[in-house]
């Protein structure tokens, strides 16, 4: 774990945000399934 603590401020910064945005992109991925399976039980019924 040493090495963390040598990363400077800006990348430790820059990973925050690509784990930002993965969370985002996992949100839309469970949503753009979410209204998939809706439209497919609309579909059924």
Known sequence: MKW???IPKDKYY???I???W???L???L????SIMMYG???LGN
């Open 30 to 33: 469970i949503v753009l399934l």
């Open 40 to 42: 497919a039980w609309s």
């Open 4 to 6: 963390e603590v040598e």
């Open 22 to 24: 993965l969370l985002i």
């Open 18 to 20: 690509n784990i930002k």
């Open 14 to 16: 820059v990973k925050v």
């Open 26 to 28: 996992h949100a839309g």
